[in-house]
């Protein structure tokens, strides 16, 4: 029914993961598997909506109306099972701006920050470029699972600068879903020690293998009370370029100071778009999400097979969500640059810098899998080929 198996050609669409391979990797000859979009079309649902929107010959100021924050209310209650209210959902014109405009909002020049590293790289400039002092808690690989670092967490969130805690939830890169008990230890450090949550859940929806995601808000009263989530609906339909997704807090106090900030930066009134992709994959991607998720397993599986037959020292830790894959290359006992090296200029595999994560990346690269398989598995070919 649906086809995740089509070769789409994303060439003459200004695709970021296409036209940036020069700038990134100093060649366009390598199979983009970096940037964390997939390669598959948009459930038919969106496609039509836009298309319907855009016959429209006037493409002027567009409000967001109730259907809005509904949408995201059923979505939140069908697939997390949380249970949110209308008023407590703000509009967002991406999650990283809307975490910068919490970091200003909630927290004071030469503040800390804390963030669970190796972690996707805007948290660090989100941070650091607002001059708030990056606290990083290291995220502890255990046999290639990765666990939060309780008692540093504890020593971190004590210092009375501390203010915030960006959680990732699920993690990228390192594809953790968080259980509610390591949930529940976060919130009780957090809170006993007033630093706010900043739970960025935007691969809530991608959770794999049987893995389920708990909303930080939802664990209890006061977690939802110190904590503003970050969704939306664009890793989950590979809608990313509509710029669209929403924050959500049961406290009306810092939906206020978030909701001030936006306004103060002028960036609230988002795009015309941005109403009718969110309601249109909310409301009718169920079906479309499902058979995406057995596609991502069935990748996933794919790729670890290859690699336990042909390069069993290349190793990954399955994801428990997201379409990324943390590779481990530190058996090959080459630098970092020799890595980057082989795979750019012989396998010809534009993979993400495990270091771009942060220095415990090293030894790592991160592998985007949301791709028909035959190009994972040419790619994977290359691998072999040039290693052998
Ligand atoms: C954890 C995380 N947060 C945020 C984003 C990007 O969000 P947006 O495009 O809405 O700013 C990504 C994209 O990969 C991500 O992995």
Redesign the pocket.
């Known amino acids: 029914m649906y086809d995740f198996d089509k070769l789409i050609e994303r060439s003459g669409t200004n695709a970021y993961k296409l036209d940036l391979r020069q700038r990134y990797f100093g060649t366009d000859d390598v199979i983009p598997l970096w940037v964390?979009d997939m390669d598959f079309a948009a459930p038919e649902a969106v496609q039509q909506a836009i298309q319907e929107r855009a016959k429209h010959e006037i493409y002027g100021y567009t409000i967001r109306k109730e259907e809005f924050t509904g949408a995201i209310v059923d979505w939140c209650q069908y697939k997390h099972n949380w249970g949110i209210k209308n008023d407590w959902i703000e509009y967002s014109p991406?999650?990283?701006?809307a975490l910068v405009f919490s970091v200003l909002a909630f927290s004071e020049i030469g503040d800390g920050v804390i963030i669970n590293t190796p972690v996707?790289p805007p948290f660090y400039s989100v941070v650091a470029d607002n001059k708030r002092k990056i606290i990083a808690n290291g995220l502890v690989n255990v046999d290639g699972k990765y666990e939060i670092d309780f008692e540093l967490l504890e020593q971190q969130a004590s210092l009375s600068d501390t203010k915030i805690f960006i959680l990732?939830s699920p993690h990228?890169p390192v594809g953790r879903v968080w259980t509610k008990e390591e949930l529940m230890r976060v919130h009780e450090i957090c809170s006993k020690n007033n630093v706010l949550v900043l739970a960025?859940e935007?691969?809530a929806d991608l959770t794999l293998f049987g893995n389920e995601h708990t909303p930080f808000a939802s664990l209890n009263d006061e977690a939802a009370m110190n904590c503003i989530s970050f969704m939306?609906p664009?890793?989950t339909c590979n809608i990313?370029g509509f710029s669209t997704?929403y924050v959500v807090t049961a406290n009306p106090k810092l939906l206020k100071a978030y909701r001030d900030m936006q306004n103060r930066l002028q960036l609230h009134m988002g795009h015309l778009f941005s109403g009718v992709a969110l309601c249109s994959a909310y409301n009718h991607g169920r079906d479309w999400l499902e058979a995406l998720k057995a596609y991502l397993e069935r990748n996933i599986l794919f790729v670890e097979d290859f690699l336990k037959e042909k390069m069993p020292e290349v190793s990954f830790y399955r994801p428990e969500a997201t379409y990324l894959i943390w590779m481990n290359f530190k058996a090959w006992n080459k630098s970092q640059k020799e890595i980057k090296d082989f795979l750019v200029k012989e396998a010809k595999v534009g993979l993400n810098d495990g270091v771009s994560f942060g220095k415990d990346g090293e030894g790592f690269m991160r592998m985007n899998i949301a791709s028909p398989r035959c190009v994972l598995e040419q790619a994977l070919n290359q691998m072999y080929e040039a290693r052998k």
């Open positions: 964390a991406g999650v990283v701006p996707y990732c990228n960025d935007i691969h939306a664009s890793k990313a997704s």
